[in-house]
């Protein structure tokens, strides 16, 4: 397993940018794919982004083209740009790691992302 840490949520006008940071506690190199979710009030989950291990990236169309996911393997962190927020931006980012062999599939304990309008 490997454990992550969430930081760089907070509340932010509609319009305006955040900046998301996932640290892993070891070298994500060996990791398939490193995702954001979110979790809306009343909402059911939504997987936001997704990085694979050749750095492919993938969106939900609600983001695409506002939000940018990378990661840097030096740091073990991965990020999540977020620009021209919108209110319903708002909820709990949570990043995830996941590997097919051997299974590994941890979660973080989220940061809060408040969008005003």
């Known amino acids: 397993q490997v454990q992550l840490v969430e930081s760089g949520g907070g509340l932010v006008q509609a319009g305006g940018s955040l900046r998301l940071s996932c640290a892993a506690s070891?070298?994500?190199?060996?990791?398939?794919?490193l995702n954001w979710h979110r979790q809306s009030p009343g909402k059911e989950s939504e997987l936001v982004a997704s990085?694979?291990?050749?750095?492919?990236?993938n969106y939900a169309d609600s983001v695409k083209g506002r939000f940018t996911m990378s990661r840097d393997i030096g740091k073990k962190t991965v990020y999540l740009e977020m620009n021209s927020l919108k209110p319903e931006d708002a909820g709990i980012y949570y990043c995830?790691?996941?590997?097919?062999?051997?299974?590994?599939?941890?979660w973080g304990q989220g940061t809060q992302v408040t969008v005003s309008s």
């Open positions: 070891r070298s994500i190199v060996s990791i398939d794919v």
């Open positions: 990085i694979t291990n050749s750095d492919r990236t």
């Open positions: 995830n790691a996941r590997r097919a062999l051997p299974w590994m599939d941890s």
